[in-house]
């Protein structure tokens, strides 16, 4: 009995991540939460206008680097997307209105809680994605949110209004 606890406390971080996957797992498909996609609002376009003292293509470089962290995996529109979300916040008034400092806002982005945004490859397919969300392209419909529902987020996260799924992704306003 004492070497089963022992095992327990050994491996408590791994197993406790592992229940939070599961639950997380079980509340997005068991329990019926299904991702409904809302129709798509008629938005006007605009293209993003850099902060003024900052040139475009520091913050071409410094939205890439978030996307290639946050999304490198998922399809191209899923990466223009993750930019979307970012641009949609700097005009949001709840958010910062630059783009860094919506990208270093604390706890806003695990890549950059974790460091990882200086370290994900696949920065050439994420500058292009950079590039298209800055002209203007917003698969997301104005999401200001998204998560992965197969990580263990807050359950806050699912209080938003869902917008649509674009690869593991979740968007959100």
Do not use: C
């Not at 900052?54 to 999304?71: G, K, M, N």
């Not at 950079?130 to 197969?150: E, H, K, R, V």
Request: aromatic share 12%; hydrophobic share 45%; no cysteine.
């Amino acid at each position: 009995m004492e070497q089963i606890l022992a095992s327990l406390r050994r491996y408590r971080w791994f197993l406790l991540f592992g229940l939070a996957v599961v639950i997380g797992l079980l509340t997005y498909t068991g329990l019926g939460r299904r991702v409904e996609q809302s129709p798509a609002p008629e938005i006007p376009v605009q293209a993003y206008r850099p902060a003024r003292g900052v040139s475009r293509s520091d913050e071409v470089d410094l939205l890439a680097r978030l996307v290639a962290a946050e999304a490198g995996n998922e399809p191209y529109a899923g990466q223009v997307a993750v930019a979307a979300v970012v641009l949609n916040r700097v005009a949001h008034p709840s958010f910062p209105n630059t783009l860094a400092g919506v990208i270093y806002q604390p706890l806003a982005f695990e890549s950059v809680t974790t460091g990882w945004i200086w370290r994900a490859p696949g920065l050439v397919t994420a500058r292009r994605a950079a590039i298209d969300a800055l002209n203007g392209w917003d698969p997301t419909y104005g999401s200001l949110y998204f998560w992965n529902p197969a990580k263990p987020v807050n359950p806050w996260i699912w209080t938003r209004q869902i917008v649509t799924q674009i690869g593991r992704h979740i968007f959100a306003r």
